[in-house]
């Protein structure tokens, strides 16, 4: 059995893309190193940096990728993110997303 590594939302922030670090961005709680994937990536590796180090579900989702940019996805997964460390509670995240609904 393959172990699943998890981290928290600090060690992901830690690679942010900036003074060498690799790339790594936070997609329905799973934890991507996308480092070999930014300057193949079609929007230009700008849009990826942007989320270097943090949670990038929502304009991931909002973008609306194809099922092709999902399966490629899954080459770059690490690990998941650590629920019982994470700050964010499931009615934490909710209240958040109520109040930033345009």
């Known amino acids: 059995m393959v172990e699943v590594r998890e981290f928290t939302r600090q060690e992901v922030a830690l690679r942010d893309g900036k003074n ?37 579900t929502k304009d ?3 973008f609306g990728h194809s099922g092709t940019a999902m399966s490629q996805l899954k080459l770059y997964k ?5 629920m019982s460390t994470d700050p964010y509670t499931d009615a934490e995240q909710c209240e958040w997303e109520h109040y930033n609904t345009p």
């Open 20 to 56: 060498g670090n690799p790339t790594w961005v936070i997609i329905r709680d799973m934890v991507y190193d996308v480092t070999p994937y930014l300057n193949e990536h079609p929007g230009g590796s700008e849009l990826i940096a942007d989320f270097a180090g943090k949670d990038a």
């Open 78 to 82: 690490v690990g998941e993110l650590n």
């Open 60 to 62: 991931f989702d909002d």
